[in-house]
């Protein structure tokens, strides 16, 4: 997969791309990183990118001129196009008004070969370019940041985790909290070792007890069906504690709603 990363402040990404599962995966030949710094677009000698808006207001815009261009250098179909033919490639503006982020999200954007990520900055992109360039906007939550920079090394980091061959173990990622490997009608997820969609279960190593802290005896008994409901219990309370929005998205099981009963009647004593 190729991420192209549009931004003012190309040397942001010498740090977060640099290190961890993302530098490997680069080196392993998984992804490719580009940057493409948009003041090289522009026309004036200032290499001005932003201007104030119609309408007045505070703050700057950024142009259409030089996002239009940088993309279209980068033979990237035109919008029509990637929306008839489903293309395998993606244009993305980072915006605080764009579809939230989430892991499905994230595994859609892994089906590309191509993700072309615009950083946004200052009061924000002119809206030509989510009208006539973008084929999506996305946030990475419901805050603002100074500008899209930060969101864009989150996608590549999150996407890249989802690459075959990324990880090195790929049943790690089916594992983690927003994997959703449960399904409707079957009895907790499929191994000792899935959250299905909730939120990540505890996890215990050595010593088995450390400053008066003991580790669970069910995680040391070696019962591998025991394990698994433990860890599924104590993934439908981390969730219902801390995400109860996620419970309305999952098929839960029989065994789950008489788990999640459990919980409820516990924290109501």
């Given amino acids: 997969m190729k991420f192209e990363i549009i931004t ?16 490997r995966a680069r080196e392993a030949g998984y992804i490719e990183v580009v940057i ?11 290499k001005t990118v932003d ?45 605080p008004q764009g ?13 590309m070969e191509r993700v072309v990520l615009i ?18 906007e996305i946030s990475i939550g419901d ?16 996407v890249t985790r989802l690459i075959p061959g990324a990880l090195g173990n790929e049943a790690s990622a089916r594992q983690e909290s927003f994997s959703a490997t449960g399904k409707a009608g079957v009895e907790g997820p499929d191994s000792t070792c899935g959250s299905g969609g909730l939120l990540d279960y505890p996890h215990y190593t050595r ?14 008994g070696g019962n591998h069906d025991q394990i698994r409901k433990w860890r599924r219990r104590k993934a439908l309370e981390k969730t219902l504690m801390h995400r109860p929005d996620l419970l309305a998205a999952q098929p839960l099981s029989e065994e789950d709603r008489k788990l999640l009963a459990e919980i409820e009647k516990e924290r109501s004593n």
Avoid: W
């Avoid at 003012?8 to 530098?23: A, E, H, M, Q, S």
């Avoid at 703050?59 to 279209?72: A, D, S, T, Y």
């Avoid at 033979?75 to 980072?94: C, I, W, Y």
């Fill in 99 to 111: 579809r939230l982020f989430t892991q499905g999200v994230a595994q859609e954007l892994s089906g």
């Fill in 143 to 158: 805050y603002v940041l100074s500008g899209g920079e930060l969101g864009a090394a989150v996608i590549v980091d999150t």
């Fill in 119 to 136: 950083c946004g900055r200052y009061e924000g992109v002119d809206e030509r370019v989510a009208e006539g360039l973008a084929d999506r």
């Fill in 51 to 95: 201007d104030r808006p119609f309408g007045g207001g505070e703050g700057m815009v950024l142009k259409p001129e030089p996002l239009f261009e940088c993309v279209e250098s980068l033979g990237v179909a035109p919008l029509d196009q990637r929306r008839e033919n489903e293309a395998k490639e993606t244009v993305v503006l980072l915006s």
């Fill in 207 to 220: 010593p088995a007890e450390f400053r008066g802290m003991a580790v669970p005896e069910v995680l040391a």
């Fill in 36 to 46: 493409h710094d948009l003041r090289a677009f522009t026309r004036d000698r200032h």
């Fill in 8 to 23: 003012i402040f190309p040397d942001f990404f010498r740090g977060p791309l640099d290190y961890g599962i993302v530098r």
